[in-house]
């Protein structure tokens, strides 16, 4: 299996512009998580999906911020408008409801977004 | 509130034997999780323990006691590559993850 790809690898855009991650889960895991790592915070979930659903968005932190998952195999995380506050890594994870060991997540590679 | 606390920064001699201490305060618990990240890597999941005792798994064990709230890893025999961040994560009472700040390993040769 090719694990969660994330897209892109890295992202510099200025402040204002619109920001879209991309994500593709591990076939077969029905549970998609949205984190974001940055030294002063550590690793923060924003929101995670449960077969395409969206069932905890309270780490969101502002309305700038959201995320879709139109199918199984696709999801995106947009930001609009960006800030410099929002630089981190945004990493992508899933998981597979029939594994016992709940806390095994599957992270992607991440995207470093940096907003000048 | 929630908190996880282990150590920032740990330093240790290639070959030896190092443990990685976790003491968490939550609200509900369900068990209690490694991680480590190589810099400018992804997290990747080490073990799991939901139950008091050791957990071995090659050369890395993990330990869990529930009464003192507090959990260990620990790395034998370390190589250069085990140099990385361990971050120790909490199952919470909604079945979601605390995580800790991490650990930075360093390695000496």
């Known amino acids: 299996d090719a694990g969660v790809i994330q897209s892109p690898r890295h992202e510099v855009t200025e402040m204002g512009q619109e920001v879209t991650l991309r994500c593709k889960p591990i076939s077969g895991h029905d549970y998609l998580f949205w984190y974001r790592q940055t030294m002063m915070r550590g690793l923060e979930l924003l929101i995670y999906f449960n077969n395409n659903v969206p069932i905890d968005d309270s780490g969101m932190p502002e309305d700038r911020f959201s995320a879709k998952m139109p199918n199984a195999s696709f999801s995106t995380l947009k930001i609009q408008p960006s800030e410099p506050r929002d630089s981190a890594v945004y990493f992508c994870a899933s998981r597979e409801s029939r594994d016992p060991v709940y806390e095994k997540l599957f992270f992607g590679s991440g995207t470093q977004l940096s907003v000048l | 509130g929630q908190s996880l606390e282990q150590p920032s920064e740990v330093t240790a001699v290639e070959g030896a034997i190092v443990q990685i201490n976790c003491t968490y305060q939550t609200s509900g618990f369900y068990g209690l999780s490694w991680y480590q990240q190589h810099d400018g890597g992804a997290p990747t999941f080490l073990s799991y323990?939901?139950l008091d005792g050791l957990e071995e798994t090659g050369r890395f064990s993990s330990f869990l006691s529930r009464s003192d709230s507090y959990g260990y890893l620990l790395l034998q025999e370390l190589q250069m590559k085990d140099s990385a961040s361990y971050f120790c994560?909490?199952?919470?009472?909604?079945?979601?993850?605390?995580w800790g700040a991490g650990t930075k390993l360093i390695i000496k040769p």
């Open positions: 994560a909490v199952t919470g009472s909604n079945y979601q993850l605390i």
């Open positions: 323990n939901a």
